[in-house]
């Protein structure tokens, strides 16, 4: 047990040595396209990973997608609690949504490609998601609650989607409207 603390002690804190990157927000094309798998597994993508925690954190978000920082590659971050307030930290690199399950909860939803706004945005309460570490080594992630939510968040960023594609009806027109309307929106 104490070599284990010793050795987690020792570990960077992800995303300590990331470089900070620009967001993609709404309206960028990258946000709207499908990610390529990643094929290399080198010291490349470790330093993406890294830049992506470092990103995350700077936005003081739970989740980000590659195509969030401008890069079309199939890969996400993530430090996210899940409703019991256990925490859940990690990555996936070609991940894959293998199950989503459970009830459908009506949640709210915000994303650091729409900066400061949120909505009702319907999810299943549970979640499986495989995938590749940053070595190649197989993973699978299992989450319910709030955690749930952000797997399957980070997932459709990688098949091009935001959360306001899963509005409908006035709840969709109000979110898209205040998009536009935000700071950040794209003019022109």
């Known amino acids: ?17 990331g470089l900070i990157r620009a967001m993609s927000l709404l309206g960028d094309p990258v946000l709207h396209g499908i ?46 609690p899940d409703d019991e307030d256990v925490r859940h930290l990690g990555h996936l690199v070609n991940p894959r949504l293998v199950e989503a399950d459970g009830i459908t909860v009506r949640g709210p939803e915000g994303c650091l490609s729409l900066p400061g706004l949120e909505a009702g945005t319907p999810r299943f309460d549970r979640a499986v998601v495989e995938g590749l570490t940053v070595d190649g080594e197989p993973v699978r992630v299992t ?3 709030f955690f749930a939510r952000c797997l399957q968040h980070e997932c459709d960023h990688l098949e091009g989607a935001v959360y306001t594609d899963r509005l409908t009806g ?13 700071p950040w929106a794209r003019t022109g």
Not at 9 to 15: D, L
Not at 39 to 61: I, K, Q
Not at 170 to 178: D, E, G, P, S, T
């Open 1 to 17: 047990m104490e070599r284990t603390i010793a050795a987690m002690r020792n570990r960077p804190i992800p995303g300590s040595s």
């Open 35 to 80: 990610c390529e798998p990643v094929t290399d597994f080198g010291p490349s993508l470790a330093r993406l990973v890294e830049d992506m925690y470092a990103t995350m954190y700077a936005a003081e978000g739970v989740g980000l997608a590659a195509n969030q920082i401008g890069v079309p590659l199939r890969v996400f971050v993530y430090d996210c």
């Open 143 to 145: 989450g319910t609650g």
């Open 170 to 182: 006035l709840r969709r027109r109000k979110a898209l409207r205040a998009a536009r309307r935000a």
